[in-house]
């Protein structure tokens, strides 16, 4: 594998670890993405994107402090939760 594809590997890595670590927290903390996208002012269906595993999708600065705000935390502590792996993401997608 050449450094690129290494690098786009890495990212979609920490694109899903950080939809699910919103996840984790938002329900964590009761809500549902209605709530949390009420709070942050993005769509449920937004939420619903950043969050499925299965989708790596790149979240932009403006949401993820919009995230961030409405779950009271900062959005560095958001990107450096360490919820899995790279070898569980692996085996998670092998898996499904």
């Known amino acids: 594998m050449n450094d690129k594809s290494e690098k786009v590997l890495e ?3 920490r694109f899903i670890n950080l939809g699910l670590v919103i996840a ?6 009761g809500f549902y993405q209605e709530q949390l996208a009420e709070k942050s002012t993005l769509s449920r ?8 595993a299965n989708l790596a999708r790149p979240i932009t600065l403006d949401s993820l402090y919009k995230i961030a ?3 009271d935390m900062k959005a560095g502590d958001l990107l ?9 993401l692996n085996c998670r997608f092998m898996a499904g």
């Open 69 to 71: 705000d409405a779950l």
């Open 11 to 13: 990212n979609r890595d």
């Open 45 to 52: 269906s937004t939420i619903s994107k950043i969050e499925a």
């Open 80 to 88: 450096n939760f360490e919820l899995l792996s790279r070898a569980d």
């Open 24 to 29: 984790l927290i938002r329900k964590r903390k």
